[in-house]
């Protein structure tokens, strides 16, 4: 059975930074993508990272050269780096896994969130 589970989530001043870290567990790393969504509640899910199945790393112009990927080797953990953090960027943020995505679309594991807010 495929898990993920977030953590990492807190209050954070603008132009700070936090991690968040997503633990994985139930599949083959080289067939899975990870991904991290946000949610601001009364609004569309929005992609925000993209750990593809081979491996690639892919990011929406919002967060690009803010927001970092890394991983160990089996995707166990998958941690998102946030810097110059905005108060925009305040939303439950979810680690999704699916297998053999190239581009993070259609995620089928989800885990429960955690809430990022950005104080002002």
């Known amino acids: 059975e495929v898990r993920v589970e977030e953590s990492g989530g807190g209050l954070v001043q603008a132009g700070g930074s936090l991690r968040l870290s997503c633990a994985a567990s139930?599949?083959?790393?080289?067939?899975?993508?990870i991904a991290w969504f946000r949610q601001v509640p009364g609004k569309e899910r929005e992609w925000v990272s993209c750990l593809a199945s081979d491996g690639k790393t892919h990011y929406p112009d919002s967060v690009k050269g803010r927001f970092t990927l890394s991983s160990d080797n089996d995707k166990n953990t998958v941690s998102l780096q946030m810097s110059n953090l905005k108060p925009e960027d305040t939303a439950v943020y979810y680690c999704?896994?699916?297998?053999?995505?190239?581009?993070?679309?259609?995620?089928?594991?989800w885990g429960k969130g955690t809430l990022v807010t950005v104080s002002s």
């Open positions: 999704a896994a699916a297998q053999f995505s190239l581009f993070c679309g259609n995620m089928d594991h």
């Open positions: 139930g599949f083959k790393s080289d067939d899975f993508a």
